[in-house]
């Protein structure tokens, strides 16, 4: 099934789920910067990508894969 999660839309991130540094994660290293969540949060899309969602938390963009999350 298709997503229809699109840029400005929530998505719901259950707890213990990793939020990394899109600025320097990459297909070839492992991230250096990221965070676990210790509740669930409800976090606002700011980009679509290919397997993953650029959301905002913390004052700071993140990403999470498209397969930790849920549409709200």
Do not use: C, F
Request: glycine share 2%.
């Amino acid at each position: 099934m298709m997503s229809r999660v699109k840029s400005g839309d929530l998505v719901h991130v259950p707890s213990n789920v990793m939020l990394y540094a899109p600025d320097i994660a990459t297909e070839s290293s492992p991230p250096t910067r990221y965070v676990r969540l210790e509740r669930p949060q409800s976090l606002l899309v700011t980009k679509v990508n290919i397997s993953s969602y650029e959301v905002y938390y913390g004052e700071r963009k993140w990403l999470v894969d498209k397969n930790k999350v849920y549409e709200v």
